[in-house]
């Protein structure tokens, strides 16, 4: 069965950097795109960016250009995203989920990341 | 960027009762690429309608969603205890945005 696996809660400072991961299991890695969407606490979806882990390739969303890096590695069938320059309205639950034709079919079961001096 | 309207912010409704979620889109979603989710408290979102009227694997035919261009619904025929959530809109025609989503609770 699908599963994807992330890794734990987070605490960091403002202005430092978090990377967070999401090991996949129960299907070919690298023939689905994965997804990264995060949640503030008490508040909505917010899409961050995609990679390809075949390819590498990524895109992301706009208001995260710059600050945001997602890679793979492929011999364990893990994703990371790494959101650098941490400020407190960056606290929320991040959650990779495997993408099906632009949709996201499976979900992680979320990392909170807590920005506090 | 398309933005996405839901409304209302929070529907209070009886088990048994239809829910009526809407969901306006700021430009025309792309062939309809619009999809809804569902999510309980301390989980993940879950995929129930794609393409504004699909349903998803396992889920069940009360649920429905109808609509093209700007504007979309999702229903909830018969409202079942475990139906009650958060629902969010998203649109994948044009990279991905989410709505601020539907809060359907107990009343």
């Known amino acids: 069965q699908v599963q994807l696996v992330q890794s734990g809660a987070e605490v960091k400072k403002p202005g430092a950097s978090v990377k967070v991961s999401c090991k996949a299991s129960g299907y070919t890695f690298t023939g689905y795109y994965m997804h990264w969407v995060r949640q503030a606490p008490g508040q909505g979806l917010e899409w961050m960016g995609r990679i390809n882990p075949n390819s590498g390739g990524t895109n992301y969303a706009q208001k995260f250009q710059g600050r945001v890096t997602m890679t793979r590695d492929t011999s364990i069938s893990t994703a990371y995203m790494e959101l650098s320059r941490l400020r407190s309205d960056d606290t929320a639950v991040y959650y990779c989920?495997?993408?099906?034709?632009?949709?996201?079919?499976?979900w992680g079961q979320g990392t909170l990341v807590t920005v506090s001096s | 960027e398309i933005v996405l309207t839901q409304s209302p912010g929070t529907l209070s409704l009886s088990p048994g009762e239809r829910a009526t979620l809407s969901c306006r889109a700021s430009q025309s979603v792309s062939s309809s690429y619009l999809a809804w989710y569902q999510q309980k408290p301390g989980q993940a979102p879950r995929l129930l309608i794609y393409?504004?009227?699909s349903r998803a694997t396992g889920i069940p035919d009360r649920f429905s969603g109808s609509g093209s261009g700007t504007d979309f619904t999702l229903t909830i025929s018969r409202l079942e205890p475990e139906d009650f959530a958060v629902y969010y809109c998203?649109?994948?025609?044009?990279?991905?945005?989410f709505g601020g989503g539907t809060k359907v609770e107990i009343k």
């Open positions: 998203q649109q994948y025609g044009s990279s991905l945005s």
């Open positions: 393409g504004a009227s």
């Open positions: 989920a495997r993408d099906r034709l632009e949709l996201q079919d499976y």
